[in-house]
C-alpha cells in the first residue's frame, strides 16, 4: 500500500491471516517507537509473526523497528505488540500509515498504548526522560495530510471525531501513579508531529517552542488519530532520546536516538507493565 486510501476489506483480509496464526484475542495494542523493543521482549507465550509474511501489511524501513508482531501475555492482559511502525516519511500514505492501529481495533484491541522516541524542547528536560503525553500538534493533519482523509470508514468511526480528550485522562491517572510507585520521573507535555525525516533547523525549534511544544518527533498522531476515529482509548509515551538545540550547536542523529533509547527502555517497560496490569 503507497499512495491510496486503504479499505476496510483490506484491512480484513490482513485481520484474518493474523487470526490464522493467534490463539488470542488482544484486548490491549501496544506500538513501539525506535528502539524500544524491550517492550516486546517482555511479552509472556509469544507468538511472533513477521510481517512480512502478512500480504498488505506496510513496510517499514527504518533502523529500530524491527517488522514483527508479537502476540501473548503482560501483566494477564492479552496484547498485540507492533514492533515496526512505518512513518509518512517513508513514502507511505497516511492511510498506510495507520493500518496497525485499525487492525488492531479488528482483532479486538480497546485500548492503544503509543510510544515514540522523542526530542525535547523543553528546556527542563533531559535525555533520557519519558513524557506521558497529555496533548499534541498535528502540524502536517492540519495542512491537510490526515489519516482520515477520503472516503470514510463508517464501521470504524464517524466522519469527524472528536479530539477533545484524545489522550485518555483515567490512563493517564493510572501511568501517574504507577510512575510514582516505581519511582520514574515522569514528565508530561505536548508533542508536536511534523513529517520529516529531517531533524528540525534552530529557527524551527523556536517556533515549536513557542507554539507549546514540549516534545517533537516524526509519529505517533497519525496512529493516535485513527485509534480515536476508532473509540479507542489512547496513552502516549515519549521516551526523550536528545535534547533539541535550539541555537543550532548540536546535531541530532538517528545513532543517537538508538543509544538513548536503551537508556529509556527499561524504564518504559516497568511503566507500561505496571499499567497494564491494572486495566
Given amino acids: 500500500m503507497s499512495n491510496k486510501e486503504t479499505t476496510l476489506e483490506q484491512i480484513d483480509s490482513i485481520v484474518a491471516t493474523i487470526q490464522r496464526k493467534i490463539n488470542v484475542q488482544p484486548k490491549i495494542g501496544l506500538v513501539l517507537g525506535s528502539g524500544l523493543g524491550a517492550v516486546a521482549d517482555a511479552v509472556e507465550s509469544p507468538t511472533e509473526i513477521s510481517t512480512d509474511e502478512i500480504e498488505g501489511w506496510p513496510r517499514s524501513t527504518v533502523e529500530g523497528h524491527a517488522g514483527k508482531l508479537i502476540v501473548g501475555n503482560l501483566e494477564g492482559q492479552s496484547v498485540c505488540v507492533v514492533h515496526g511502525r512505518v512513518h509518512f516519511y517513508e513514502g507511505h500514505s497516511m492511510s498506510s500509515v495507520v493500518v496497525p492501529v485499525r487492525v488492531l481495533k479488528r482483532l479486538g484491541a480497546e485500548v492503544l498504548i503509543v510510544t515514540n522516541a522523542a526530542g525535547g524542547v523543553n528546556q527542563n528536560f533531559e535525555a ?53 510507585e516505581q519511582g520514574i520521573e515522569l514528565r508530561t507535555g505536548v508533542y508536536f508531529f511534523l513529517a520529516g525525516p529531517l531533524f528540525e533547523t534552530p529557527a524551527e525549534l523556536q517556533f515549536l517552542k513557542a507554539n507549546g511544544a514540549d516534545s517533537v518527533g516524526m509519529s505517533t498522531v497519525p496512529e493516535v488519530t485513527a485509534a480515536r476515529h476508532a473509540g479507542m482509548q489512547v496513552l502516549g509515551l515519549s521516551g526523550i532520546t536528545n535534547m533539541t538545540s535550539l541555537d543550532g550547536s548540536h546535531a541530532a542523529t538517528h545513532k543517537e536516538t538508538l543509544s538513548v533509547s536503551s537508556i529509556i527502555a527499561p524504564k518504559l517497560v516497568r511503566l507500561i507493565k505496571g499499567v497494564v496490569a491494572r486495566l
Fill in 128 to 180: 533520557g526522560d519519558v513524557m506521558l503525553i497529555t496533548d499534541h500538534i498535528n502540524f502536517p493533519g492540519m495542512a491537510g495530510h490526515s489519516p482520515l482523509r477520503g472516503p470514510n470508514l463508517d464501521d470504524l468511526g464517524p466522519r469527524f471525531p472528536d479530539m477533545s480528550q484524545t489522550y485518555d485522562r483515567e490512563l493517564q491517572k493510572i501511568a501517574r501513579e504507577v510512575a510514582a
